[in-house]
C-alpha cells in the first residue's frame, strides 16, 4: 500500500509531461503557420514588389488560415509522433483539444502581428514613429513565436527520434534532404517581371533548414514508419508460417 502512491504521482507526472508537450507544440505550430502565411509571405512580396502591397489587403485573411490549419495539421501529426513514451492514446486526445482551445486566442495574437507585418513596407514608409514603432514590434513578436514553435518542434523530434527504429537511416535522409535544399536554394535565380531573385547563403541555410523540419521531416517519418510496419508484418507472418508442423 504505501508504494502505490509514488507508483501513481509518477504517472500523473508522465501525464503532465506528455500534456505539455503536446499542447504547447500544437498551439506554437499553429500561431507560427498563420504569421509566416499571412505576414511573411505578404511582407516578402511588398519588399520584392513595394508598388504592389495595397492589392494585397484582401489576400492576407486567406493566407493567414491557410497557415493557420496548415501549423495545426503539421502539429498535431508531430505532437502524435513525438509524443513522450508514456504519454497514452487518451491523454494525446485531451491534449489535442486543449490545444485547439488555446489556438483561438493565440490566433488572434498572431492575426495582429501578422497584420502589422504584412504591410512592412507601407507602414513604414507612412514615415509615422508609431507606425514604424508596431511594425518592429510585429516583427520581432513573430520571431520570438517562430523561435518558440522551432523549440517545441526540436523536442518534438528528439522523441520521435528516440522511439524510431529506422533513426540512423532518417537523420541520414534529412540530412541529405538539408544539405540538397541549401544547395538548390544558394544556386535558385528566378526572374520576376525583370526582378532577378537570388537568395543569399545566409538566407538560404535557415530557410532550407525550415523547409526540411516542416515539410520533409513528416513525409519521411511517415513512409518510414509505413516501411517499418510492413516489414514487421511480414517478418511475422514468416515466422508463423515457419512454426507450423510440416
Not at 499553429?30 to 520584392?48: D, E, F, P, S
Not at 494585397?56 to 496548415?70: E, Q, S
Not at 523547409?211 to 517519418?221: D, G, I, K, R, Y
Request: charged share 10%; proline share 5%.
Amino acid at each position: 500500500m504505501p508504494e502505490s502512491a509514488p507508483s501513481g504521482s509518477r504517472a500523473g507526472e508522465s501525464q503532465a509531461v506528455g500534456i505539455g508537450l503536446c499542447a504547447r507544440l500544437i498551439v506554437a505550430v499553429t500561431m507560427a503557420g498563420g504569421l509566416v502565411g499571412g505576414g511573411g509571405v505578404v511582407a516578402a512580396i511588398g519588399l520584392l514588389r513595394p508598388q504592389s502591397t495595397h492589392l494585397l489587403l484582401g489576400v492576407v485573411p486567406p493566407l493567414f488560415v491557410l497557415g493557420a490549419l496548415a501549423g495545426f495539421t503539421h502539429g498535431a501529426i508531430l505532437a502524435w509522433l513525438g509524443r513522450p513514451q508514456r504519454c497514452s492514446g487518451s491523454v494525446y486526445r485531451r491534449q489535442l483539444r486543449q490545444g485547439a482551445l488555446w489556438s483561438v486566442p493565440g490566433l488572434a495574437v498572431s492575426a495582429l502581428i501578422a497584420f502589422w507585418t504584412a504591410y512592412t513596407t507601407t507602414l513604414a514608409g507612412a514615415g509615422r514613429p508609431l507606425w514604424l514603432a508596431a511594425v518592429v514590434m510585429g516583427w520581432i513578436t513573430g520571431a520570438v513565436v517562430c523561435i518558440w514553435a522551432s523549440i517545441e518542434a526540436w523536442r518534438s523530434l528528439v522523441n520521435v527520434v528516440a522511439r524510431w527504429p529506422e533513426h540512423r537511416l532518417g537523420i541520414t535522409l534529412l540530412s541529405v534532404t538539408l544539405i540538397a535544399a541549401f544547395l538548390l536554394l544558394a544556386n535558385l535565380e528566378v526572374e520576376y517581371r525583370g526582378l532577378l531573385v537570388q537568395l543569399k547563403p545566409i538566407v538560404a541555410a535557415p530557410v532550407a533548414l525550415a523547409l526540411t523540419m516542416w515539410l520533409a521531416a513528416p513525409v519521411e517519418v511517415l513512409l518510414l514508419h509505413a516501411v517499418h510496419r510492413r516489414l514487421q508484418h511480414s517478418a511475422e507472418i514468416s515466422r508463423v508460417v515457419s512454426d507450423r508442423p510440416s
